[in-house]
Every structure is written in C-alpha cells, then in structure tokens.
C-alpha cells in the first residue's frame, strides 16, 4: 500500500452531547452522549431499527437532531449543512456515477468545491487502495470489492474530519468482505482519519474498529474494546448480540471477597465478584460456547476453580472443520451449545451420548437484570444514494 501518511488531514474527535431524535410515534435516539477521540476507528453495532443509521445521518447533518449538539473538532456542527460539515460517507450501495470513469469518479467533489489539482489528488487516492491502473475504466467494468474502494477513495480525497461508513461491506460475497475489512482497517491505520462504522455484522465490528459501541433501542447499551465486550458482557442483550452465550438463572447461595457462589438445580455455579453486575437474590450468569469442556464421565474431585454441570444429552451434533458444535439437553438447565476445537480427527463425542460440561469459574460473567425487547424499532429510511452523494460533495 501507498505511504501517504500526509495525503489526508488528522482526524477530529467527534461529540455528541444530549442528543435525543424523536419521530412521529417513537423515539429513534434517548439522550445520547458520546466522545469518539480523534484518529480512532469506532463501531457502532446493533440490529436494524436501533438507532445507529439515525446517529449516523444525524453526524452527516442528513436529519436533524430534536435536542442536543454535535460538536466535530470541538466545533458545533449541529445547525451546518450537510456540505458544510468535514464529513464524507461511504455507502453500502457505492454510489458511483455510471457515466464517469473511475478518477472522474474519484475527482468529483474536489472539482465541485473547487479544489486546486483534483486529477492529482484523485490518482493520488486511487494508489492509496491501489487502483490507479484501473483509473481510465467505468464502473460497470470493475468488481464489486473494486467499486468499494472507489467509494473509500473518493471519500478520503476530500480529506475529512470523520470519515462515515454506512454498512459499507454489506453487499459483498464473505471472502471479499473479509478481505476488505482487513484493507479499511490497514488505510485508516495509514491516513489518521476518525472513521465511524455503522454495521449489524458483529465479526465486522469486532475486526476492524478500537472501540465497539452496541446500541439497543435507541441507547447505548455497552461500549469498549472488542474483546472487554465480548469477555465480559454486562446485559444479555449485549451477551446474546455479541456472539452466543449459554445464560442461566440462578440463585445467588453464598460469597467471599472474591467469588459469588450460585445455585443452579443443585449445582454450584460460582462467578468472580468483579466478573458479576449483581451479587445478590436472583441473578444471571452466562459462559460462552467454546469455553465449555465436554466429559463422558462425571468430573471427580473437581477443584473450586471449576464450574460442572451434568449430566446431559447431546441431541444435535455440527462438524464444521475447525471445530464441533454440539447442542447439550438438560431438563435442569436446559440447552447449551458446546463449540470444540477439532485437535483430534472428528468430533470427540456423538449424538445421543451423555456427557458433563465443564468451565473455569474465571471465564463466568453475571449480567444485569435485563429485561430489554430486544425487537427492532421500525426505523427505516430510504435514499437515494447518487444524489445524497452528490448533495454531501457540494
């Protein structure tokens, strides 16, 4: 990839302050506060309807905010036009113009703002996602992964403060999409910019951005890096989004300084007091899959670094290369999905089979008493993403 440390300016912290966005009917966004630091690559994760595209086209200054500010560089951008503001989007739909060649395409908002040198600036950006030999070409002409990077390209040529990707990856085959993801974190890393990622793709969110907010109705539900919200879920919103969880209620038991001892059908299920929300009454705790060990016989002598909870049946079985996925039945604790890695030929147990499960009590998380709908809002908004385009370039 092209060195061009110096091709775009240094990203600006983005702040949203209050900021509340009400509709006929419903609120999309509850008071939301937010600090993206400057130069950091961001997510905000969450199913359809939650709320994150209305973040987003509220940043570009495509809606506006009921209440509250936002605030780019520590200027307030809230009542600018979208072309006003030093932001540009990337779109999941590319938005490229069919009768334009590739560095037409490229060029476009500089020629628009009238920005001296645009064809240089332009080839400039297509070496940085290494493109400038397909500079001459029509859209139609190249790939999907190609038009993507286009996209990127005329987005950064303009140098903005904050960079806005809107499902940007969603259209692409998995391969292509992996490959680009491991491209889009490469160039932010290179130019500085302060990219914001609106996705539902949890592995998306996961790979590329430094800190990972998942949004639930409107609201923030946890934020932090990748693996902190992965490890250590605090609702079971966030728990069941974030990859799978196998949850159980239970009933707190006994505790030290350390450890919170549950109770769950006779067995213990022990959690650290500083991997728990809750300490007392009715709880939830949670492991995930593949921190789970399948036994054919019952664990003896287990110490009290240890969860067991048995016996079991197995009653489905996936093999699918790097590791077996088994669906465990219990009428005590009811089913719980086991991933192993395939370290031996096939899977190491069978269908029908009775088996223990065990985990380190370290890798126990207690959630929040979360009794959140985790049904999407019915926030939909539809553009016309050539002309939107056209409209931010101005």
Excluded at 232 to 251: C, D, R, W
Excluded at 346 to 362: H, I, R
Excluded at 373 to 386: C, Q, V
Aim: hydrophobic residues 40%; proline residues 5%.
């Amino acid at each position: 990839m092209a060195n061009i440390t110096t091709f775009a300016d240094k990203g600006a912290d983005l702040e949203l302050v209050g900021i509340q966005k009400r509709f006929p009917g419903f609120t999309a966004i509850e008071n939301l506060d937010l600090t993206i630091p400057a130069g950091s690559f961001f997510a905000l994760l969450g199913p359809s309807g939650c709320g994150k595209t209305t973040t987003l086209r509220l940043v570009a200054g495509l809606e506006d905010p009921t209440e509250g500010r936002i605030l780019l560089g520590g200027k307030d951008v809230t009542d600018l036009k979208p072309f006003k503001r030093p932001v540009n989007t990337v779109f999941q739909s590319y938005a490229l113009f069919p009768h334009m060649t590739i560095l037409e395409n490229v060029a476009f908002g500089l020629r628009r703002r009238k920005i001296g040198d645009p064809v240089a600036k332009a080839q400039d950006a297509l070496r940085l996602v290494e493109l400038d030999h397909v500079q001459d070409r029509k859209p139609a002409q190249l790939s999907g992964g190609q038009q993507q990077r286009v996209a990127l390209a005329r987005a950064v040529v303009n140098r903005p403060a904050l960079l806005l990707l809107d499902e940007p990856l969603g259209a692409l085959d998995l391969k292509l999409r992996r490959q680009m993801q491991q491209e889009l974190k490469a160039i932010q890393q290179e130019v500085g910019l302060t990219f914001l990622h609106v996705t539902h793709d949890q592995e998306e969110a996961m790979t590329m951005a430094d800190t990972v907010a998942v949004m639930n109705k409107g609201r923030i539900e946890q934020m932090g890096a990748p693996e902190e919200l992965y490890e250590l879920p605090k609702t079971v919103f966030v728990a069941n989004f974030l990859g799978q969880s196998n949850l159980f209620s239970v009933k707190v038991a006994g505790s030290t300084d350390q450890v919170i001892h549950t109770d769950l059908g006779g067995s213990r299920i022990s959690v650290p007091r500083s991997r728990s929300e809750r300490d007392a009454g009715e709880i939830t705790v949670g492991v995930r899959p593949e921190k789970l060990r399948l036994h054919r016989q019952q664990p003896a002598g287990h110490d009290a670094s240890i969860n067991v909870l048995g016996p079991g049946v197995i009653t489905d079985v996936s093999f699918i290369g790097v590791s077996t996925q088994y669906t465990v039945e219990s009428s005590v604790y009811g089913s719980v999905q086991v991933f192993a890695q395939n370290v031996e030929a096939g899977p190491a147990a069978a269908l029908g089979d009775t088996v223990w499960l065990s985990w380190l009590v370290e890798h126990t998380f207690g959630l929040l008493d979360d009794r959140l709908d985790t049904g999407a809002l019915t926030t939909e908004f539809s553009t016309r993403a050539i002309a939107t385009q056209a409209a931010l370039a101005e």
